[in-house]
């Protein structure tokens, strides 16, 4: 997450949120612009507020806008220019829909909360590093909005927990951004092995990165227009480094995902997409494995076990991350834009109006919209995003342990480990304690 160094304390946070409110009201484009073709109703639109405005962010942006069903209202960063120049790419979009030379309806905010006290804002956008999430978004559903909030879902499994409780309590919707679910090709993976074409699952091979680090890049001179205090939160303190933190001209994906207190590792970077598609098609996604086992001289892979007996391997080889599932009658691999099957004739299988299906969505920002209005559960509910994540933290935490580790997806715990048990949550901050 990224907000601006200078406070916002001029004047006093209700004042300056209704000021930032009215300034924003008068400077809503015209109706026949925001709907494309004819015009979308105001009352119709959903208005978005995006928390964090770094590069993930920046297609985040582009995919809710393309919906053509959503107004973007305000954005909140700890880095100063890369909020500012957020928000200059919002209104020159609608400047340019509006056929205007000017627009300046996206209100900025150094703070979150300043955002989520808003009362027109209806959902969130949530992409901030992976420490920041479950404050970010327990937050976000006491205050009344929806959220779609980025993967992996949580840093730790109790974080994920928390969120799930909070969502619920609040009656919110929750949109996980693991957005394969709403693509086709794994959409097919899932429902060929729900449906049993490649005979009994045996094993599943999962090629995503290795598990985190400590943190240990060098202190750098630090960016005017960053808050490094805000953007470490939760977070003990650490020296700064762009590489945690890129600054707009640089064009590489943060590094923050690699190290053990802001992420996950690639276990959670692609494991929260590549986990997440062998525990869809095992229809798995609502509980997990029961047990995970690090490499040894029995397991060349770190090894989950499912009670059912189906195993699961993290094996990080080269080539494209992605799943590949290995049953008595055939095997299907899956990765981003390809999908192959032994039998080749089923990657292009009809499956049946009366064969099983997954949850059917083509446009992953479409289905959370419309699930708001419908106030039902999206295609990766916050329950779905936690479990992803939890199968992904229990393998890190095997990695880190070095054991064995027996787990209990009903409980939430691990069996007779107090070391593993205590490591499913952190210490936080006092002030981010939520």
């Known amino acids: 997450?990224?907000?601006?160094?200078?406070?916002?304390?001029?004047?006093?946070?209700?004042?300056?949120?209704?000021?930032?409110?009215?300034?924003?009201?008068?400077?809503?484009?015209?109706?026949?612009?925001?709907?494309?073709?004819?015009?979308?109703?105001?009352?119709?639109?959903?208005?978005?507020?995006?928390?964090?405005?770094?590069?993930?962010?920046?297609?985040?942006?582009?995919?809710?806008?393309?919906?053509?069903?959503?107004?973007?209202?305000?954005?909140?960063?700890?880095?100063?220019?890369?909020?500012?120049?957020?928000?200059?790419?919002?209104?020159?979009?609608?400047?340019?829909?509006?056929?205007?030379?000017?627009?300046?309806?996206?209100?900025?905010?150094?703070d979150f909360r300043d955002l989520l006290a808003r009362k027109d804002i209806d959902a969130v956008v949530i992409a901030v590093p992976d420490h920041w999430h479950s404050v970010c978004a327990i937050l976000a559903a006491r205050a009344g909005k929806d959220i779609y909030c980025e993967k992996p879902l949580s840093l730790t499994i109790k974080e994920g927990r928390a969120m799930v409780m909070e969502t619920r309590k609040n009656n919110r919707v929750f949109q996980t951004g693991s957005m394969q679910r709403s693509w086709p090709e794994f959409r097919q993976a899932a429902e060929l092995v729900r449906n049993g074409y490649i005979g009994e699952i045996q094993t599943v091979k999962v090629n995503v990165g290795p598990p985190p680090v400590p943190y240990n890049l060098p202190v750098e001179p630090m960016p005017e227009s960053l808050n490094w205090d805000f953007w470490l939160g939760p977070n003990t303190a650490q020296n700064y480094n762009h590489f945690l933190a890129p600054g707009l001209t640089d064009d590489f994906w943060a590094k923050w995902r690699d190290y053990k207190e802001f992420g996950g590792g690639g276990m959670t970077d692609w494991g929260a997409h590549m986990f997440d598609i062998a525990q869809w098609a095992l229809d798995m996604d609502g509980s997990g494995p029961v047990k995970v086992t690090p490499p040894d001289k029995d397991h060349p892979f770190l090894t989950y076990q499912y009670a059912n007996g189906v195993t699961m391997t993290h094996e990080p080889v080269s080539g494209d991350n992605g799943v590949t599932f290995i049953g008595s009658l055939g095997s299907i691999h899956v990765v981003r834009g390809r999908l192959e099957t032994t039998p080749e004739s089923l990657k292009d299988k009809n499956i049946g109006l009366h064969e099983k299906h997954v949850y059917y969505s083509d446009n992953h920002y479409k289905d959370f919209l419309q699930s708001i209005r419908n106030r039902t559960k999206p295609v990766a509910d916050v329950e779905i995003g936690h479990r992803t994540a939890t199968v992904c933290n229990i393998g890190n935490l095997a990695y880190e342990l070095k054991r064995p580790l027996n787990w209990n997806p009903a409980k939430e715990e691990f069996s007779h480990d107090e070391e593993a048990n205590q490591r499913r949550g952190r210490q936080m901050r006092k002030e981010w304690v939520v």
């Open 1 to 110: 997450m990224d907000i601006e160094k200078t406070p916002v304390h001029a004047m006093n946070r209700r004042k300056f949120i209704e000021k930032t409110s009215v300034m924003s009201a008068f400077m809503i484009v015209p109706r026949f612009v925001l709907g494309g073709k004819g015009y979308t109703a105001p009352s119709d639109l959903i208005n978005l507020g995006f928390i964090g405005t770094g590069k993930q962010a920046g297609g985040l942006k582009g995919s809710f806008l393309d919906t053509n069903e959503v107004n973007i209202i305000a954005a909140a960063d700890v880095y100063g220019a890369k909020l500012q120049a957020f928000a200059g790419q919002v209104n020159q979009y609608y400047a340019a829909k509006a056929g205007q030379s000017q627009y300046a309806g996206c209100a900025t905010y150094p």
